[in-house]
């Protein structure tokens, strides 16, 4: 398979980034908050921007060549992400996924083109970054895009998502909350948007540990794409000025709130985000700008327990 010579970049990475901003107002609560809505990229997730740069990057900086194999491992969004994006730039595109990720997401994987290996995580999320490194030290045709330590992760993240949070919000933003896997969002978010306002309190979302199993791999908990029991490289030197613990079950409750009151069909770590935000708001003067990520969109968890809804369908 060749690469192309890009004249000009495939169109569906044109309609990556850019995502709009929404208010969100909890009457009950008596608060309001701003939502950025990475579910209306491409695949339906906040990881096409980390594909879409750290792919462009090394296809235009000579990393990638003609048969070269773009290999990640992933529990899921990055995966289906990467394969997009790494197909359409006419790569072979090799995704690594814990057994116990969901079928949906195997199932776009294979769609876009992509190769899917499985593996038994065992419980541990390092498995497939140790397996994906064996790899590539056998073949020098895997190339490895390495989202955990990449610093272009944050740095898309800082002068792409950061930016267009500022030029979106009206006068300072008070907070900022945000779950983290690679803890480039956080990270670089939280870094454009202190540099700006150095008063604003950048929050991680984590999930509480008494739902949790401390060093799972990310996608086998009930908030899946987001870490526990870890800290991320990433966000060793991020702007962190608070930690909000949010439960499996507030979280799938909020989603389902999403769903069902805003109409916003998303995954569960954006509503443990939601829930996370609402929380820091109360704590804030009325009116205070607190920011958040919808990060992915609700069609990939059908098989997951948020379906699970009693009384679905009426039989006639
Ligand atoms: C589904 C999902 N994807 C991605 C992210 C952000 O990931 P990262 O820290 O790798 O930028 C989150 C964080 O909340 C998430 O919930």
């Given at each position: 398979m060749t690469a192309p ?60 060549h003609p048969d070269s194999i ?17 197909r359409?730039?006419g790569y072979q ?20 083109g ?203």
């Open positions: 010579q890009l004249q000009t970049i495939p169109a569906v990475l044109s309609v990556i980034g850019d995502t709009p901003m929404i208010e969100l107002s909890f009457s009950a609560e008596g608060v309001k908050l701003l939502a950025k809505c990475e579910f209306r990229n491409p695949t339906g997730s906040v990881k096409d921007r980390l594909a879409k740069h750290v792919l462009l990057h090394a296809h235009q900086n000579g990393l990638l773009i290999l990640e491992c992933s529990s899921g969004n990055t995966g289906i992400a990467m394969a997009m994006v790494g359409v730039l595109v090799t995704i690594l996924m814990s057994r116990s990720a969901s079928e949906e997401r195997r199932k776009l994987i294979r769609q876009l992509a190769e899917l290996i499985l593996f038994d995580s065992e419980g541990r999320y390092q498995t497939g970054i140790e397996i994906s490194n064996k790899m590539a030290q056998e073949n020098p045709r895997y190339f490895l895009p390495r989202q955990f330590e990449n610093p272009l992760n944050v740095e898309d993240h800082e002068f792409g998502t950061g930016l267009e949070i500022l030029s979106q919000v009206d006068g300072p933003i008070a907070a900022f909350v945000s779950g983290f896997g690679t803890g480039g969002t956080l990270a670089g978010c939280g870094k454009a948007i202190k540099k700006k306002w150095p008063d604003a309190l950048i929050c991680a979302m984590q999930p509480s540990s008494t739902e949790l199993m401390a060093g799972e791999c990310p996608c086998c908990h009930v908030i899946e794409g987001v870490a526990d029991g870890f800290v991320p490289k990433l966000l060793e030197d991020a702007p962190l000025d608070r930690r909000i613990l949010v439960s499996g079950l507030d979280a799938t409750r909020m989603t389902r709130r999403l769903h069902r009151e805003f109409g916003l069909l998303v995954g569960t770590s954006s509503g443990a985000n939601v829930a996370a935000a609402l929380q820091v708001a109360s704590e804030l003067p009325a009116g205070a700008n607190v920011v958040t990520l919808l990060c992915d969109r609700a069609e990939r968890y059908f098989s997951t327990p948020l379906f699970d809804l009693p009384g679905g369908e009426s039989q006639v």
